[in-house]
């Protein structure tokens, strides 16, 4: 009866910090996005109104007059 109280709680163990990993990965994830969207409203697209950043290509895109007058990767 031991033995399966033991395997248990190490199956327990190992997916509470299979998910803690995942959790920490997914804020990191978050984090970058957000500071990569302020590096280009506030820092790349400054001088235009508007801006749009795209998370999945990364990146970042300048309009005026609903016309792209700047574009930037962003690694």
């Known amino acids: ?24 990965w997914i804020y990191n994830l978050g984090m970058e996005s957000i500071e990569n969207e302020n590096e280009c409203a506030y820092n790349i ?3 235009q109104q508007t801006y749009q950043y795209d998370s999945t290509e990364k990146m970042c895109y300048c309009f005026e007059n609903h016309e792209v007058v700047y574009q930037e990767y962003m690694p």
Do not use: Q, S
């Not at 033995?3 to 959790?23: D, M, Q, S, Y």
């Open 45 to 47: 697209c400054a001088e």
């Open 1 to 24: 009866m031991k033995n399966k109280w033991r395997t248990v709680a190490i199956i327990f163990i190992i997916i509470t910090i299979v998910e803690t990993l995942g959790i920490i």
